[in-house]
C-alpha cells in the first residue's frame, strides 16, 4: 500500500482508495510503526534523518497532534483568524483523532462500531463555555443521548456486574456474583449484585483467612479509622490505602491484596497500591464506597471534594453521552467541519456510518490539511524566538524527513516529547514537561458472533483481578444515526476488555511503574495479546456456550502506551499542578495544547487547551 500522508502530490493522487484505518484489527492504537522515529528521536537523540526536502508549502498554523485538542486548535484558529488561514495538522499514527479512535469489526455481514480509545463525553453539562459551544457547534445534541442509550438493555438481558478469578493467579476459575468493588456503576443500568457481601466471600476462591479478610475490608468503611471528622479529609489525603488495608484492617492475604490494587481499573491508570484513602476512595475500589464519606464529611464538603476530583457521575449528567464509536466522533466531526468532502452527514447523527474518505484529508486544494504518519521531530523558530515571525518544522514521513514554514505552531502532542523536539526551550520549562510520563492503557474490542455465554451468565461486566485485561465489558447500548446496538444474544456484538498495566512492585512510585509497564507492552506481540485473551475468556465463560475458536471474530488491541495525563498522586508527586504550569507556557510563536497541560484526561479539557492555546498566539 502506498504510505498514506507522504507529501509528493503525484503518489497522493494514487492513494490507494481501500485506505481505511478503523477497520483495521491486530495491533492499533500506539500501533507498531507509529513510535518508531519519535523513540529514535527521545531516546537515542537521533537528529541526523538524512537529506531534508524543503517543501514549498507554507501555513498560517501548523499543528502537532491530530487529537481532539490538535483538530480543536485549528478549528479555533480559523474561527478566531479566517476560514482562508491555512493550517496543517500532522500526527505521526495513520489515523486521526489521537486517543478518540473508531474502531470497526466486521461480523460476517454486519458492520460492528465501538470505540478504541477516549469512549464518552464524561459529565457534559459541566464543561465549560468554550467547549461546550464547540460540541453545539458540532451538532451534537446532548438530549439525545436520553433516548439513544438503552437505559433497560442490562435489566431486560439481566446482565449484572461479576468477578472472574483465574485459575493462574487464584488456583480456579471461577465467576462470583458481585464485583467488590465500586468501578462497575458507571454504567448506567447494569444490574446490581444479590449476593451479600457475606455470601460472596464465601464463594471468592481464597483460603479461609482470605475470605475473613476479604469481608472484614467490604465492610470495612472509613469509621474504622477512628479520626474525628474535622480531621478526616486531611487524614484521608495524606495516609495510603494500602497502609490503611494492612494495619487498620490486618489484611495481608495475597488474594485481597491482588483485588484491590485492580479494583480501580482504569478510573485512574494506576493501581489501588499508590493511592492515598482519598483517591482510592474517588474511585470507589475495594471495601471504599464513595458515598460513604458523605456520611462522615457532611454533604457540602463531599459535593466540594467530587467538584474539585470529578470521577462521580450525579443523576443529573449520568455516564451516557457515548457515540457508536465513542469519542471518535467528536474527531470526525472536527474534521469534516475543516474538510467537508472527506464524507457524507453535517451532524453528529448522521457522521455515524459515514465511511470517511482519507484520500481527501491531504488534498494540495484543502485550506486545512491532515497528514498522517508524520513524526515531528524538530520545531524551531526562524530566528531569535522573541521577535521570529516564522517557525520551521521538521518531520519524518516514510524514513524521509520534510521540513515546512508556519507562523505559528500549536503543540498538541505529548507533552514529555516537547523538549526533545523543541530544543529552544527554557531548562525550567523543558523540566516542567518532562515531567508528564504518561500513563498506559490498554483498550482490547472484540468482535463476536453472538453474546449468549455472557447472557446466561448474566455477565454485563467481568472485573478480573488477575488478567492483563482488569475488565470484561458489553459495550455501552447505545444506537443513533442509523447504527443499532445489537438486540438478541444470537446477533453479532463488541466486547471491550480493558487493561492498566501497572509495575510488577506493588507500591513502587507511580512514575516507575509506568514506565515499566510501558516497556512490557510495546515489547508484547499480537500473538501475546491473542493467547492471553483467549484464555481470559475461554476460562470466564463456560465451553457449552462459548468456543474461541468458533465465536470470536476479530480483535483489536488498542494499546496506548502514552495514555491518560499523570495528573500527579497525592503521596508521591504532588508538584504535578506547578509543573503543568510551568511547562504550558508559551514560548514565542510556539504555543502548548493537549489534555496534558492540564493533567485531566478528558475531552472538554483538550478542547480547553486548544482554545488557551490558539488565544496565546495571539
Ligand atoms: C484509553 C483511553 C480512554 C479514554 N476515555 C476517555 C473518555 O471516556 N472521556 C474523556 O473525556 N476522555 C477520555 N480519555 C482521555 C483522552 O486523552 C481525551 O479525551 C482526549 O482524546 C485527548 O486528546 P489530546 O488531543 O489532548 O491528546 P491525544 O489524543 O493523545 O492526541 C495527541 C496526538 O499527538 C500525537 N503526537 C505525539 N507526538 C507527536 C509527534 N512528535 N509528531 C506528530 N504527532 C505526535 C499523538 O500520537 C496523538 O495522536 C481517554 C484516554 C484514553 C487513553
Known amino acids: 500500500m502506498v504510505p498514506f500522508g507522504c507529501t509528493n502530490e503525484a503518489v497522493l493522487d494514487k492513494i490507494d482508495p481501500l485506505y481505511y484505518p478503523p477497520a483495521l484489527t491486530g495491533l492499533r492504537g500506539s500501533h507498531v510503526g507509529s513510535y518508531t522515529d519519535a523513540h529514535s ?150 444490574q446490581r449484585p444479590v449476593l451479600s457481601h457475606e455470601e460472596a466471600a464465601k464463594q ?12 472484614r475490608v467490604l465492610k470495612g468503611g472509613l469509621h474504622v479509622l477512628k479520626v474525628p471528622k474535622e480531621g478526616l479529609q486531611e487524614y484521608i489525603s495524606t495516609h495510603s490505602y494500602f497502609d490503611y488495608l494492612r494495619t487498620t484492617l490486618g489484611v495481608d ?21 499508590v493511592m492515598s484513602i482519598a483517591e482510592a476512595l474517588e474511585c ?65 447523527e448522521d457522521i455515524i456510518l459515514s465511511k470517511f474518505n482519507y484520500s481527501e484529508l491531504d488534498k494540495s486544494s484543502n485550506i486545512v490539511r491532515i497528514r498522517l504518519n ?26 524521509r524527513s520534510y521540513r515546512i514554514k508556519g507562523r505559528g505552531v500549536v503543540m498538541a502532542c505529548y507533552n514529555m516529547m516537547i523538549p526533545h523536539i523543541v530544543p529552544d526551550l527554557p531548562n525550567e520549562q523543558a523540566a516542567a514537561l518532562r515531567r508528564n510520563v504518561k500513563i498506559p492503557l490498554q483498550y482490547t474490542s472484540v468482535g463476536l458472533k453472538n453474546w449468549r455465554a455472557m447472557k446466561e451468565m ?35 456484538c463488541v466486547i471491550q476488555m480493558i487493561g492498566c ?31 492471553e485473551i483467549r484464555e481470559h475468556l475461554s476460562g470466564m465463560l463456560p465451553s457449552e456456550l462459548f468456543q474461541f475458536d468458533r465465536d470470536v471474530e476479530s480483535i483489536t488491541v488498542n494499546r496506548w502506551a502514552h495514555g491518560y495525563a499523570h495528573s500527579g498522586h497525592a503521596l508521591y508527586d504532588p508538584d504535578m499542578p506547578e509543573m503543568a504550569r510551568k511547562g504550558r507556557q508559551p514560548f514565542g510563536r510556539i504555543t502548548i495544547a493537549n489534555v496534558d497541560s492540564a493533567l485531566s484526561s478528558y475531552v472538554n479539557v483538550a478542547i480547553d487547551q486548544a482554545w488557551r492555546a490558539v488565544k496565546e498566539l495571539g
Open 374 to 399: 508524520s513524526t515531528v521531530v524538530n520545531v524551531v523558530h526562524g530566528g531569535d524566538s522573541n521577535s521570529a515571525s516564522d517557525v520551521f518544522v521538521s518531520y519524518i514521513n516514510d524514513n
Open 41 to 190: 528521536r527521545a531516546w537515542a537523540e537521533k537528529s541526523d534523518w538524512g537529506a531534508t526536502t524543503a517543501l514549498k508549502e507554507e501555513y498560517d498554523l501548523i499543528v502537532v497532534g491530530g487529537g481532539i485538542s490538535g483538530l480543536s486548535a485549528a478549528f479555533f484558529y480559523q474561527q478566531e483568524h479566517g476560514r482562508d488561514k491555512k493550517v496543517l495538522i500532522l500526527d505521526n499514527h495513520d489515523d486521526f483523532g489521537g486517543h478518540a479512535k473508531r474502531n470497526e469489526h466486521t461480523v460476517g455481514d454486519d458492520t460492528r462500531l465501538t470505540f478504541g480509545g477516549s469512549q464518552s463525553l464524561a459529565s457534559p453539562h459541566t464543561y465549560s463555555e468554550t467547549a461546550r459551544k464547540l460540541i453545539e457547534e458540532l451538532g451534537v445534541d446532548l438530549d439525545r443521548f436520553k433516548t439513544a442509550y438503552d437505559f433497560d438493555f442490562f435489566k431486560r438481558n439481566n446482565l449484572g456486574a461479576v468477578t472472574y478469578f483465574n485459575k493462574q493467579k487464584f488456583g480456579e476459575d471461577k465467576v462470583v456474583k458481585h464485583p467488590f468493588c465500586d468501578y462497575p456503576w458507571y454504567v448506567q443500568g447494569l
Open 253 to 273: 492475604d495475597s488474594g485481597v491484596l491482588e483485588m484491590a490494587r485492580n479494583s480501580c481499573a482504569d478510573f485512574s491508570g494506576a493501581g489501588a497500591d
Open 458 to 492: 448474566g455477565m454485563g461486566m467481568a472485573m478480573s483481578p488477575g488478567n492483563m485485561h482488569k475488565v470484561v465489558m458489553m459495550d455501552f447500548p447505545v444506537s443513533m444515526g442509523g447504527y443499532n446496538f445489537t438486540k438478541t444474544p444470537d446477533d453479532p
Open 501 to 531: 498495566p501497572f509495575g510488577e512492585t506493588v507500591g513502587a512510585p507511580p512514575v516507575e511503574q509506568f514506565r515499566e509497564a510501558r516497556h512490557k507492552m510495546l515489547g508484547l506481540k499480537f500473538k501475546d495479546y491473542e493467547k
Open 204 to 215: 471468592a476462591p481464597l483460603s479461609e483467612k482470605g475470605k475473613e479478610q476479604l469481608l
Open 284 to 348: 470507589g475500589v475495594l471495601g471504599l464506597d464513595p458515598l460513604t464519606l458523605k456520611d462522615l464529611i457532611g454533604e457540602e464538603e463531599y459535593e466540594n471534594n467530587i467538584k474539585e476530583h470529578g470521577y462521580i457521575f450525579d443523576e443529573g449528567d449520568q455516564y451516557i453521552h457515548h457515540f457508536p464509536d465513542g469519542n471518535a466522533t467528536i474527531a470526525r466531526l472536527l474534521v469534516k467541519k475543516m474538510i467537508p468532502d472527506v464524507g457524507e452527514g453535517d451532524s453528529a
